[in-house]
């Protein structure tokens, strides 16, 4: 099999902030994986720095999974990302990247999507959110939320010195949404007491990481105490996470930029059910392409946030997608994903 990679450039409509920063622009990298008979398959790889990942690092750690899989049946999706894992570490995107390519692949040779290779019924997909990003004063949230009319489900990221004024912004101006809230890990436990405590009063309906990543005495300090679920999603990176989050969080956040793979995050899925906690999938800001990958899997969870495609200004690819917060796959093969012409830059 033979690997190429694109780096491209994407911008989000809104400066896309969250407790630890942000930005307007993001570098992605495109993976294809050809196998010599003409059928391509397509992944994409989302670095976040905070996981250790640049679009560099993704090129590096694309360098040391191709000889790991060179030789390999492109039919063999468990073994090959079995030997991504021991030709390099973390490196979550760029594994995850090379992992949606050959599922994309193997879709396409059998010509149906990947939800049907998987035996998935699109309808038990549930609704996705829409993220309500930091913003610089009331008006310009009011307008965030005004722009997200169409989504009933709304993920609103805290964790500045004015989080009580957010929430009680964002339900003012939505009073009949569902609202989610995310502090990434930016708070300590008593913040998180008080601020769940309101929270419960403003109809929010869980927090996810409220805490430090490791700090899981903390979490389960605060989730014993919580009258709301605590999802953890920075304190849960692959499978093995999940087991010692159990009795610590109500829930785990998928991501495939974090977990380094689809089959990785089925097994995440299968541990968190036999744990009997919620489950969620969330993204990066990524395209369609990456979203489609987590997407088809969406089936099986309780909750998604699949929106880094929408809050992008120009999405360079469709494909599956969010309208009105349905999860829509469509019955194109392998992730369904079409390049749109002159989609992205260096």
């Known amino acids: 099999m033979k690997l190429s ?16 920063g942000g930005q307007s622009e993001y570098k992605t990298v495109w993976v294809k994986v050809s196998d010599g008979d ?20 993704v090129v590096a750690a694309l360098g040391r999974i191709a000889p790991a899989i060179e030789g390999k049946s492109a039919w063999s999706l468990e073994a090959i990302e079995s030997e991504m894992n021991k030709a390099i570490g973390r490196n979550g995107s760029a594994k995850s990247a090379v992992s949606a390519a050959l599922h994309d692949l193997a879709a396409k040779r059998l010509g149906v999507p990947l939800w049907k290779m998987w035996g ?22 009011r307008a965030r939320v005004e722009d997200a009319k169409q989504y ?19 339900r003012l101006s939505a009073p009949d949404k569902i609202i989610r809230v995310d502090a990434n890990a930016a708070w300590t436990a008593k913040q998180a007491l008080r601020m769940i405590e309101l929270c419960l009063d403003y109809g929010v309906e ?6 430090p990543p490791h700090d ?33 969080v ?11 793979g689809l089959r990785e995050a089925l097994k995440m899925i299968a541990t968190a059910r036999a744990h009997g906690m919620l489950v969620m999938c969330g993204c990066m800001i990524e395209t369609t392409l990456g979203i489609a990958a987590a997407a088809h899997f969406a089936p099986l969870l309780d909750c998604a946030d699949l929106d880094g495609a929408a809050l992008l200004r120009d999405d360079p690819f469709s494909g599956p997608s969010i309208g009105g917060g349905r999860i829509a796959l469509g019955d194109a093969p392998g992730l369904g994903v079409t390049r749109r012409a002159a989609a992205g830059k260096r």
């Open 5 to 20: 990679h694109e780096i491209v450039t994407v911008q989000t409509t809104h400066p896309f902030i969250i407790a630890r």
């Open 38 to 57: 003409g059928v391509e398959g397509w992944g994409e790889a989302a670095p976040s720095r905070f996981y250790g990942e640049t679009p560099e690092t």
């Open 120 to 141: 998935l019924d699109p309808a038990a997909a549930p609704p996705s959110s829409f993220t309500i990003a930091i913003a610089p004063d009331d008006a310009t949230l």
């Open 152 to 170: 009933p489900i709304l993920k609103v990221k805290l964790g500045t010195d004015h989080d009580a004024q957010i929430i009680r912004t964002v």
């Open 206 to 211: 869980f927090i996810e990481q409220p805490l």
């Open 216 to 248: 899981l005495d903390g979490l389960r300090f605060v989730r014993d105490r919580s009258p709301l679920p605590i999802v953890a999603d920075e304190s849960c990176i692959v499978a093995s996470d999940v087991a010692r989050l159990a009795g610590v």
């Open 250 to 260: 109500d829930g785990i956040n998928i991501k495939l930029s974090k977990c380094g």
